[in-house]
């Protein structure tokens, strides 16, 4: 499969999407489109629709509503992220961060409204009733307390133990729970059985989990204009990496661990049918932004 034409072709159509759900139809729309429309990679939103894809689905009309909502929530979430009282960025994808333009209260209100708005969007489009109100409760909980927002209080929380539990539990929550929830709510939308849907909300964590670990491997390695931010900052910051925990060829190694795990259940599962998958965990290990 070619993936990068694959991305290519997904996110040209999300971006279209989001443009039409984020009309500037006030200042604070405009805000909110600021961080949400150029820019990034989609790869929630793609994971979403490749999965509603891939086991079946049909409609975009369906999941497009769905995958623009995981491409708000992930935007609001980088708007809060680099917001002064959290990692105090200036940069996010290669322009300045939302608060920088727009002042600070008016950056935390567009996350809020993007954050707001993804959830109404996840009980509009084709879908079924039942399907969407899953998919409500399934990003309610990857988001709350006990998922993302839990991940970044232990992220930025100064007393904590520096070991590879901790380490895991951050990355766990704050990155990987994301990308099974993207998943797993493409597979809802399908309407896919249960077992499938768990296995590949698996592959999803998985692969949030070597996505975070080499995010955490390019900010050693990588370079302030391709990743579009500030790299080093980690270290400044006392974040707990795996670079940090384990070096960096153990942090290489261990995100081929997860790639190699990924690979086995997706073997044991149907090769063919989920290439999309192996590729894009070729693609993430091998990501320079
Ligand atoms: C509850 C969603 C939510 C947010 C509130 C601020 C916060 C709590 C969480 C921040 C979580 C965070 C920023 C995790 C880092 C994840 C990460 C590696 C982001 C970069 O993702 P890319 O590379 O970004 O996919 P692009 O720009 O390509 O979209």
Known sequence: MDLERYLKEKKLLVDEALKNFLKP??????????SAIDGGKRLRPILTIATYEILGGRDLSVIMPIACGMEMIHAYSLIHDDLPAMDNDDYRRGKLTNHKVFGEAMAILAGDGLYSLAFELFTTGNGSKSAQWRVVREMAQVTGPRGIVFGQALDIKKEKEFNPKTLRMIHKNKTAKFFAGAVRCG???AEADEEITEILGKVGLYLGMLFQITDDILDVIGDDK???KAVRKDQLQDKLTYPRVYGLDGARFRAR???DTIQMIINNLDKERFNFFTCLTEYIIKRNF
Do not use: H, V
């Not at 139809?25 to 600021?34: D, G, I, P, Q």
């Open 226 to 228: 391709s990743m579009g």
């Open 25 to 34: 139809e006030s200042f604070l729309f405009e805000a909110m489109a600021y």
């Open 187 to 189: 597979a809802i939308m």
């Open 257 to 259: 661990r997860y790639a």
